[in-house]
């Protein structure tokens, strides 16, 4: 059974919501992490968005997808038009994480316009794009540990290189960042599967994670989840980036290859600003929280920010990574992203 809603004063109790009055925007990752029993965001409960507030918001969020599909399919149509990219285990791993924003990009999106056209839909289909949007959404920090780990080989262990980093091994890693994804995820179903009636998947529901996996299990299954991630990344990237700056640091003594090992240096601490935007999705619920103490008026325009910033900002930092400071990269991309074949 769910928590009881949270009570709101006269001023900020929401209204009832039905199909075709005022809409309630869908968020994905960023809405489902605010807990129902710290807000009730359920499908018959919602602040309100005005029919011209929700026109500027889809257009927003619907042509910046468009602009970081864009980029990222032209990313796509690089590397496989030239094998010095798609024999490469950098690049192999760099365009797995563009075709995963890809993924995650278009679920979320495709939810946020979805919460406002029809408001519920059936609550299978809820299942599979919001489990496809969790998946994606953990792939990102694990892909960018790898890619931190694979800088660190070439530089702290160039001789080893060409030996640890193989194709089949690179394809290897991203089917165990799938697996370690699905281990993580999977499980909520099983449980919705195991708890729920099967009369829940025939019916129409408000598309959103809480709706759908609020067993207790499952919310601290969750929790524990993010932790272990949040802790495992980001001693993987302090260890590899550490690594890197002495390394950088004897090279500039040594006055041998140390313009590899800075910007390799570089390039990891973009992935640590990439990574910053993408581990602030395991703590947007407290994150919500505390914006939501001091303006709780604008519950519905704090989401949105928070779904702008943490969810799509982190998904347009990846092409500006390897696609404009990678040399190799740039001298043949910018005749595709601008069309000049």
């Not at 005022?22 to 009730?40: C, F, G, L």
């Not at 599979?128 to 530089?155: G, K, R, S």
């Not at 599967?193 to 998947?201: G, I, S, V, W």
């Amino acid at each position: 059974m769910a928590p009881p809603p949270v009570r709101c004063n006269s001023q900020l109790q929401p209204a009832l919501m039905t199909p075709m009055g005022d809409v309630k925007p869908h968020y994905a990752e960023i809405h489902s992490m605010v807990r129902t029993q710290h807000y009730n965001v359920s499908s018959s409960l919602s602040y309100r968005d005005t029919s011209s507030t929700a026109v500027v918001k889809n257009v927003i969020v619907v042509a910046l997808g468009l602009i970081i599909n864009y980029i990222n399919g032209t990313l796509i149509h690089t590397f496989r038009k030239h094998q010095i990219l798609y024999v490469n285990p950098r690049y192999i791993l760099f365009i797995h994480l563009v075709l995963n924003d890809i993924i995650q990009l278009t679920t979320t999106i495709s939810l946020f316009v979805l919460s406002y056209v029809f408001y519920k839909i059936d609550a299978s289909l809820c299942c599979l794009i919001i489990t496809l949007a969790v998946f994606t959404t953990l792939n990102t920090p694990l892909n960018l540990a790898v890619m931190a780990v694979e800088c660190y080989i070439a530089i702290c262990l160039p001789l080893r290189h060409a030996e640890l980093c193989t194709i089949k091994r690179t394809y290897i890693l991203i089917g165990w960042i799938w697996a370690m994804s699905a281990a993580s995820t999977l499980p909520d179903v099983f449980i919705l599967l195991a708890t729920e009636p099967l009369r829940l998947f025939y019916s129409k529901i408000f598309c959103e994670r809480d709706n759908l996996f609020h067993h207790p299990i499952s919310l601290d299954k969750r929790d524990v989840s993010y932790i272990i991630y949040l802790i495992s990344v980001w001693l993987t990237l302090f260890y590899t980036y550490f690594k890197i700056f002495f390394a950088a640091k004897a090279a500039k003594k040594a006055k041998s290859s140390g313009g590899d090992a800075k910007k390799a240096r570089n390039t990891i601490l973009l992935h640590g600003f990439q990574l910053i935007l993408c581990m602030l999705t395991y703590v947007a619920s407290l994150l919500i929280k505390a914006l939501l103490y001091w303006f709780p008026k604008y519950y519905v325009h704090i989401i949105f920010a928070c779904y702008i910033f943490i969810q799509m900002l982190p998904r347009f930092v990846s092409p500006i990574v390897y696609g404009l400071r990678d040399k190799t990269f740039r001298q043949h991309l910018k005749k595709y992203l601008l069309c000049s074949v």
